[in-house]
């Protein structure tokens, strides 16, 4: 069963951007005490890329500072991940990720690809 549905992934040159939204069902979102967008590349272990707590609070790996930006809107139960400055080793799948103790759910995640 899904619960996070993601979208916004794609293909993009070095240097460009790309903007990802998740949404969550009503009860998920409302309830969650954080959300976030984790990638996984190829070889490589998930990683958390940022994260934003039902008070608003954000939280960036440091690969990411500076050039990612993550926002929710309440009013429609989603959140966005803007990514500028994209670097080819950004490329992966991106997870949409809610933690609403004691779950956690996750998306089924969208590719990105940053290349020439």
């Known amino acids: 069963q899904v619960h996070l549905v993601e979208s916004g992934g794609g293909l993009v040159q070095p240097g460009g951007s790309l903007r990802l939204s998740c949404t969550a069902p009503?009860?998920?979102?409302?309830?969650?005490?954080?959300m976030g967008w984790y990638r996984r590349a190829p070889g490589k272990q998930r990683e958390l890329v940022a994260s934003?707590?039902?008070?608003?609070?954000?939280n960036y790996a440091d690969s990411v500072k500076g050039r990612f930006a993550i926002s929710r809107d309440n009013a429609k139960n989603t959140i966005d991940l803007q990514m500028n400055s994209l670097k080819p080793e950004d490329t992966a799948v991106y997870y949409c990720?809610?933690?609403?103790?004691?779950?956690?759910?996750w998306g089924q995640g969208t590719q990105v690809t940053v290349s020439s």
């Open positions: 990720n809610a933690e609403h103790t004691p779950y956690v759910y």
């Open positions: 009503g009860s998920i979102f409302s309830g969650a005490e954080a």
């Open positions: 934003i707590s039902s008070r608003g609070g954000t």
